[in-house]
């Protein structure tokens, strides 16, 4: 409703109907109780946001004051009491590796769904075919995880890693025994899980171009590829870079999956030195470890303390895919 | 330049691309069919009664059930729905009809902001709220937890469908001389019913199957429920322990408890996702 004729009816109705019907004054009470209902619905979420910082880093508070800087730069990893010492660097290399994988090869296939949906596919299986897409989206994380346990760990292990271990091994990032629980096993089940947003978004932006945009590359005599990469997909291009960075924000913060096919190393071999190596991401570490920290030690502290450092990323990438995308939706590409 | 031959290479990449695209759509589909099929044929011969009807065996012996964790996910969709879906509904009032300020823009992005973060991060937050300050892990605090990931969907959906209602209705009801608060609760939301039932059903579809944010609240556990400030067990958190478990009949169970799972979020997903179909005449993107 416009701001202008909201305030038209409450004049109305205090002015006119009230008098008129005579209706009792509790009913005033009433819409402002109820507005006040509502705004504190609202406010909530401010509520929860402000906490959700404060909170975090109150519970990390213990680990930065010992460790200061150096809870970031630092390669150990040692709960046993009177040797406590941590240090987060391995794992946030681990988040940025196999966040890496997963857009390099999410992102491809995911413009190839959305360019397929939204450009080529005829309209008779598009609406089933998205369907199945978003469908992705639905799995639980964890039955990813089961999933690539018992089943995509093979595949990577048997077609990706024991060819490269084989032909190109002696190259330090494809050294390693192939078992299949790696980093690239940890990346590449990211890359799917981050196929249904990426494309998903990137089909709404690409459908929300102006046909004359095509229309103007065709008079060209542009063939319909170079129609789509001329007129759509450079006309939508800052639409597709909030997708993208919608789905970092994804796999940055993805836990239950990556877990369970990661690996999990701690300390200095978590460092993401080989693909084929077992590696950590900060979201594992916390999973992993979340249930058997001693509460009396710093160990929940710093795993909180590594939480804190995901709550940053996840928050500077979420507002920056936000704005991105709130500015393609103000210039009216989107919706 | 334009010679026959460039035209050529021009069709042929066009040919190319267009067949990639088809490409990735088979690669992206892969992994759906391999989940769904592998979840039947392997769950399939772990489900029987007592499976569904008695909690874990002793570990490292074949028996036992997932009855308790199928409880434990009950009890917590309905508790977060408790809390959840009161405040996401009068939220997305606000942001609807009274919205159109500083204050509704700050909410509507941060609940964007919310709804893309992390679940571990919330599971975390709740822990040093709730989790440290009762000094137990319990289904409070998974409902907390829960409600906080609930919150953004069923605000986003609430607002689109309030907002589909015609003005034609609220002014209908205002020159009526009802109230602004009548109108909208006894004639804008219901009109609005079927869209916000079905956002409450996609916000339970994704909190059913969430595991990490349920490690630091409710823990789990071998037994049925008790009070709500004992831990619980999740269907989720079942499956990841019996998948970390060294057993062949572990493995089973975990598959029996995915097929479960998936059995719950894709069919409340897919009803829900229809219904909105049904109601809006196109699924609301979440």
């Known amino acids: ?335 | 330049m334009w010679s026959e031959t460039n035209y050529k290479i021009r069709k042929f990449k066009e040919r190319l691309i267009l067949a990639l695209t088809v490409v990735a759509v088979i690669l992206a589909i892969i992994p759906l069919l391999s989940i769904l099929i592998e979840v039947v044929i392997r769950g399939l011969p772990a489900i029987s009664i007592e499976f569904l009807t008695s909690p874990p065996g002793i570990i490292g012996q074949p028996g036992g059930g997932i009855a308790n964790a199928i409880q434990g996910t009950f009890i917590l969709i309905g508790l977060s729905s408790l809390i959840g879906v009161p405040i996401g509904v009068l939220a997305g009032i606000y942001l609807a009809e009274f919205g159109n300020n500083p204050l509704g823009r700050v909410v509507r992005f941060l609940s964007d902001v919310l709804m893309q973060m992390p679940s571990i991060v919330i599971g975390i937050f709740v822990y040093v709220l709730v989790v440290l300050a009762l000094g137990r892990f319990s289904p409070i605090a998974g409902a907390i937890a829960l409600s906080i990931i609930m919150l953004p969907i069923v605000i986003k959906t609430t607002e689109e469908s309030v907002r589909l209602v015609p003005n034609l209705l609220r002014e209908g009801a205002l020159a009526l001389g009802l109230r602004r608060w009548r109108v909208i609760l006894s004639i804008v939301v219901p009109a609005a019913k079927s869209g916000v039932v079905t956002g409450v059903m996609l916000a339970i579809s994704r909190i059913a199957g969430e595991t990490a944010p349920l490690i630091m609240t409710v823990l789990g556990s071998q037994w049925f429920f008790t009070s709500l400030f004992e831990p619980i067990d999740a269907l989720p958190l079942r499956i990841w322990r019996l998948a970390l478990l060294p057993y062949e009949y572990a493995h089973q169970q975990g598959w029996g408890a995915a097929l479960v799972l998936i059995a719950i979020v894709l069919t409340l997903n897919v009803v829900a996702k229809t219904l909105t179909k049904i109601s809006f005449g196109r699924r609301v993107k979440i």
């Open chain 1, 1 to 335: 409703m416009e701001k202008g004729d909201k305030e038209g009816d409450t004049n109305l109705s205090e002015v006119g109907a009230t008098r008129l019907l005579h209706l009792p004054s509790i009913s005033l009470k009433g819409d402002t109780l109820f507005l006040a209902l509502t705004i504190a619905a609202a406010t909530s979420i401010i509520v929860i946001m402000a906490l959700l910082i404060i909170k975090i880093y109150e519970g990390a508070a213990p680990v930065f004051n010992r460790f200061g800087f150096s809870f970031l730069t630092s390669l150990e990893w040692n709960p046993v009491e009177g040797m406590e010492a941590y240090g987060a660097l391995p794992y946030l290399l681990g988040t940025l590796t196999t966040s890496a994988i997963a857009l390099i090869v999410g992102v491809p296939i995911s413009l190839g769904v959305a360019i397929f949906l939204a450009e080529i596919a005829p309209s008779s299986i598009r609406a089933p075919l998205s369907y199945v897409i978003e469908l992705l989206a639905a799995v639980p994380s964890v039955i990813y995880g089961l999933w690539g346990v018992f089943v995509f760990r093979f595949w990577v292990r048997d077609l990706i890693e024991v060819p490269l271990s084989t032909y190109l091994g002696f190259i330090p990032i494809f050294s390693g025994t192939p078992y299949g629980l790696s980093v690239l096993t940890g990346g590449l089940i990211l890359a799917i899980m981050i196929i249904p947003t990426v494309s998903a978004v990137c089909r709404e932006v690409l459908l929300a171009v102006p046909s004359t945009q095509r229309e103007a590359a065709y008079s060209l005599g542009a063939t319909r590829w170079e129609a789509i990469r001329i007129g759509v997909l450079s006309y939508a291009r800052a639409g597709i870079v909030g997708a993208i960075i919608l789905g970092l924000g994804r796999a940055v913060g993805e836990t239950m999956a990556v877990t369970m096919v990661i690996g999990n190393a701690v300390g200095p071999a978590a460092l993401p030195t080989s693909l084929l190596k077992a590696g950590q991401t900060m979201a594992s570490l916390i999973a992993n470890e979340f249930n058997e920290a001693d509460p009396v030690s710093l160990h929940p502290s710093a795993l909180i303390g590594v939480g804190f450092i995901l709550l940053i990323s996840a928050l500077i990438i979420n507002v920056a895919a936000q704005l991105l995308i709130y500015r393609v939706r103000a210039k009216g590409v989107v919706e």
